[in-house]
């Protein structure tokens, strides 16, 4: 019994060291790749096939189907991607995880492990240390170091079993197609209870190179595997948007169909495999042989559900129906989860989703401002202009109030993403982020300040006269102006000749703002009304900060790069 306790903590051991080694290498990658594989992401929304590759990529880079799986339900849930597009990339990244079995296959046992592994992993620790710009690599050669020593400990621990040990298991290989759905049924527990299809296929692999179960066994086992790893997407959708729940019941149908569907064909797909592939499908053979059926077996299942995507889109948005209405007043509260893989974490892909929500608050900041020009024009030829005031100053209290919520909940969100060891150019990133978010929070403040001064105005009867209003009006369109060029640059990283653009915009907004102070100190001298004149210069100043603000945003964006 003791020595079945001492290879089963061996066993569990190597595990670990893989799924660590795996960890590293998908960190070091992401660190490596940066805003390449920012960019590579974008491309998700061409089209379908776009999508596909996309999602053979990415999931590749990161080897983590469950990993890629997350953060398309948190894309969708942000809106960055809609159901059929999230579809294709869900397709891409079944396929892109077979190359964990091909990694398996054709470098961990083909070779000697041992004469890679200390020297990746010494390799990669001296290149971490050192300070250059290409340190990060050396996580990528730690990464595969740690992987080769755990399938070493694996390959070395599970032939050590004698023959009664393996008895009982040898028992559940040989029961026809019962061992097929055993095998099913133990690759989805092993997976749902690791939440790493990797780790469950190369132990499958290891298990099938000596013996311990038969390539049918292990066929099936690869299978359960697709269907435990969709565990990673439906928590990711727990409280989440219909649209992330559907994203989420999508990864489950069509890993659960499509593995169903192979387990009734199973027969003819490791034939085909065993004819594209000659030699036996067994000892070192064996492990090719599975890697291959995994490969077909995703394949096969994208090219039978790419022509029908839309029509999948259609069963899904059935099956769950759109119940989100909105909190009572008519206000929402504004919530983001941050959600990542449990085994691999993707910091550098949620800092996409944070972008996209702060090109929603640049967008909210816009709509109020644009609502503070258009009272200023409209507000005193109103009939009523207490009601007019009371609905505005209303309305920008409960956008200013989201506007507040959603900086709280991004900057948790960023923090977040610096709590695993991220690349210095991300890190900068998030630095940027934060320092934009806090501007265009300020502007809402600001947007809101407006409305309270023109409904001081209102109730103490301090109109503005024709002529300021008139004078106004070219001054709020040069911060309109500066907002929307603002909005267009989020996310990227503007030129010199761009900055140049929005320091004259900033000069232009200065020159406007004393000139009208100017005018309303002259109409002091000539006996207006002081208390209506002082209102009318704490407009302006707002206004001037609201493109204050537009300047920081800029600069942010300039020294971004």
């Known amino acids: 019994m003791s020595t079945v306790i001492m290879i089963l903590l061996r066993v569990i051991g190597g595990l670990c060291l893989f799924l660590y080694g795996m960890k590293v290498m998908s960190d070091g990658i992401q660190h490596v790749a940066g805003d390449r594989l920012q960019h590579f992401l974008n491309l998700m929304t061409k089209n379908r096939f776009v999508g596909i590759l996309t999602g053979i990529v990415v999931t590749t880079l990161v080897q983590s189907s469950s990993a890629v799986s997350v953060m398309v339900v948190s894309f969708v849930n942000a809106g960055l991607l809609s159901l059929t597009q999230a579809i294709g990339v869900i397709m891409g990244a079944n ?42 690599l050396g996580e990528v050669f730690m990464g595969f170091g740690f992987i080769f020593l755990g399938l070493r400990f694996l390959t070395e621990a599970l032939p050590t079993m004698d023959a009664a040990h393996l008895e009982f298991i040898r028992h559940f290989s040989n029961l026809g197609f019962l061992s097929i759905l055993i095998g099913l049924g133990v690759g989805t527990g092993v997976t749902l209870l690791m939440h790493s299809s990797a780790a469950t296929i190369t132990l499958t692999i290891t298990m099938a190179m000596t013996g311990m179960i038969s390539f049918e066994t292990a066929a099936a086992m690869i299978l359960g595997a697709n269907i435990g790893t969709t565990i990673d997407a439906i928590m990711a959708a727990i409280g989440a948007k219909t649209a992330a729940k559907r994203t989420a019941l999508v990864h489950v149908l069509f890993n659960v169909v499509g593995s169903v569907v192979a387990v009734i064909f199973i027969n003819p797909l490791i034939a085909l495999v065993d004819f594209i592939i000659p030699g036996p499908a067994a000892g070192g053979g064996i492990a090719t042989h599975l890697a291959m059926f995994h490969t077909i077996f995703n394949m096969m299942g994208t090219l039978l559900f790419l022509p029908f995507i839309t029509q999948f889109a259609a069963l899904v948005s059935f099956l769950i129906k759109d119940k989100e209405k909105a909190a009572p007043g008519g206000r929402r509260t504004y919530r983001l989860e941050y959600v990542s893989g449990t085994l691999q974490n993707t910091p550098e892909l949620n800092i996409i989703r944070v972008e996209k929500e702060i090109r929603d608050m640049a967008g909210l900041a816009s709509s109020m401002f644009a609502n503070i020009s258009g009272a200023l024009q409209n507000l005193y030829h109103t009939d009523n202009k207490e009601q007019a005031v009371d609905a505005l100053v209303t309305e920008m209290r409960d956008k200013e109030e989201f506007a507040d919520e959603m900086r709280v909940e991004l900057t948790r969100f960023l923090i977040e993403c610096r709590r695993p060891q991220l690349s210095g150019q991300s890190e900068r990133k998030i630095y940027q982020l934060l320092r934009i978010i806090s501007d265009l929070e300020d502007m809402t403040d600001d947007c809101c300040s407006v409305s309270l001064l023109l409904e001081r105005s209102v109730k103490k009867k301090l109109y503005f006269k024709d002529k300021e209003m008139e004078a106004l009006a070219p001054y709020t369109r040069l911060v309109e102006d500066f907002l929307a060029f603002v909005r267009e640059q989020l996310g990227q990283t503007i030129t010199a000749e761009q900055e140049s653009y929005a320091a004259e915009l900033e000069n232009s907004i200065d020159k406007s703002r004393d000139k009208l102070r100017k005018m309303g100190r002259k109409r002091i001298e000539a006996g207006a009304d002081v208390k209506a004149e002082l209102l009318f210069i704490d407009v302006v100043r707002r206004i001037e900060k609201v493109g204050d603000y537009c300047y920081n945003i800029a600069g942010a964006l300039r020294r971004g790069r």
């Open 95 to 136: 396929i892109g995880t077979t190359t964990t079995a091909w990694i398996v296959s054709l470098v961990g046992f083909s070779i000697d492990i041992s004469s890679l592994a200390l020297p990746a992993v010494g390799i990669g620790f001296f290149m971490q240390i050192l300070k250059w710009k290409r340190r990060d």
